[in-house]
């Protein structure tokens, strides 16, 4: 209640957050109810494009989705912060106990929504042979990479490129020419020619790699996808000790990226607006892909804090090269341990 | 919103590294995770 009348600007701004809150909660429970039926009965679910999908191509999801920042940017009072936090928890699943402060230090829910959590809530296995998960959530995919142009499946009967996904690798003098030779059976490649191909074409082309010394493992490439709710902690941590060598942030759209959207619409996760960290680990190569949806547009890098993801744009090319940044000292990058804060996802 | 991790792992065994060697995946499609759990050795 201010001088210029504008007595019920925020409870307004209130209500129509709880009543989205309550549409939202609805449609998500509709929508578990119909994957667990599904599930219950044995049937997977299979790619069908829909004209729901068709049709949000046309929205301006980009724009919606900073609208949706700016909204939940909105400071409320302190003693409503709770009442708000604790409806948000109570339809999302998620545990405030963990918190690292009281509710009421949180001034608006794009600030609750990546909180960090109090110490020891997320225990590190650090065993130097686990590789562990960066993020909270619920695996979607697991598996080997393998064979030419090596995919991954979006869902049953779709699947997408992982190189369209990761981009183009640009570190090939990391990989020392003796350390890539393909699996026997196949002619190896003159050195010169090696220098020519991209680290992907040696490695998808024929993901299991080994070094000339035949004591040495075979290695395989391996990928592991895992879909964060809206309730889960949103901030990403370090999966094993690696070095990252380079960033790439892809400027795309942003669909959801929910169950539906999964089956029903082509090419998600490398259409949508993402942050790819490559690098190398013990074993080889890593890359661990953030990749955005409507809800939560932006991905914040904690290596990298004047990083800014979700811009606006005037015009969006889907051909246009990602945005690369090598970092110092190169060759090294930036070193990071197990369990590492890495970046966080933010509402819009 | 969604992770993808891409990496490499020994994958047969090896004199060297013992029986040890190749990479498991200690989760499956549909588990629930959490920060600093295992996704495997």
Request: charge should be positive.
């Amino acid at each position: 209640n201010n001088s210029q009348g504008n007595t019920f600007l925020l409870p307004g701004a209130t209500l129509a957050t709880l009543l989205m809150l309550g549409a939202l909660h609805a449609r998500r429970m509709y929508d578990d109810r119909k994957v667990e039926e599904a599930r219950e009965k044995g049937i997977e679910i299979e790619f069908k494009p829909d004209a729901k999908a068709s049709f949000l191509r046309l929205l301006p999801l980009r724009s919606i989705s900073r609208i949706w920042g700016f909204m939940t940017s909105v400071e409320y009072p302190v003693w409503m912060r709770p009442y708000v936090y604790k409806a948000w928890a109570r339809a999302f699943h998620s545990n405030l106990e963990e918190a690292a402060l009281p509710l009421g230090e949180y001034a608006s829910l794009r600030e609750f929504f990546v909180r960090t959590l109090k110490q020891g809530s997320r225990p590190i296995d650090h065993d130097p042979h686990c590789l562990v998960s960066p993020v909270d959530g619920i695996v979607l995919r697991v598996g080997e990479l393998k064979g030419v142009g090596a995919k991954i499946e979006q869902v049953k009967g779709f699947s997408y490129s992982v190189s369209s996904l990761l981009g183009s690798s640009s570190f090939l003098p990391m990989i020392e020419e003796g350390d890539m030779h393909e699996q026997s059976g196949e002619q190896e490649s003159t050195p010169t020619e090696k220098t020519k191909k991209s680290w992907w074409s040696i490695s998808l082309a024929s993901p299991r790699v080994r070094d000339t010394a035949t004591t040495r493992p075979v290695k395989g490439l391996y990928y592991c996808v895992i879909y964060l709710k809206p309730g889960d902690y949103h901030r990403i941590h370090s999966p094993v000790d690696w070095n990252v060598l380079v960033r790439r942030h892809f400027s795309g759209r942003l669909f959801p990226l929910n169950e539906r959207a999964t089956r029903t619409i082509r090419n998600l996760y490398f259409e949508n607006e993402r942050v790819v960290l490559e690098g190398m680990w013990q074993e080889g190569y890593l890359a661990m892909a953030a990749v955005g949806a409507t809800n939560i547009g932006s991905i914040e890098l904690v290596i990298e804090p004047e990083l800014r993801t979700n811009q606006p744009r005037k015009k969006l090319l889907h051909s246009e090269p990602p945005e690369e940044r090598v970092y110092e000292p190169q060759g090294v990058g930036m070193m990071l341990k197990k369990g590492d804060e890495v970046g966080a996802f933010n509402m819009g | 919103s969604t992770v993808v991790l891409v990496f490499q792992a020994p994958t047969i065994k090896s004199p060297n590294r013992g029986d040890n060697s190749n990479f498991r995946f200690c989760i499956k499609r549909g588990d629930k995770i959490r920060v600093g759990e295992g996704l495997g050795r």
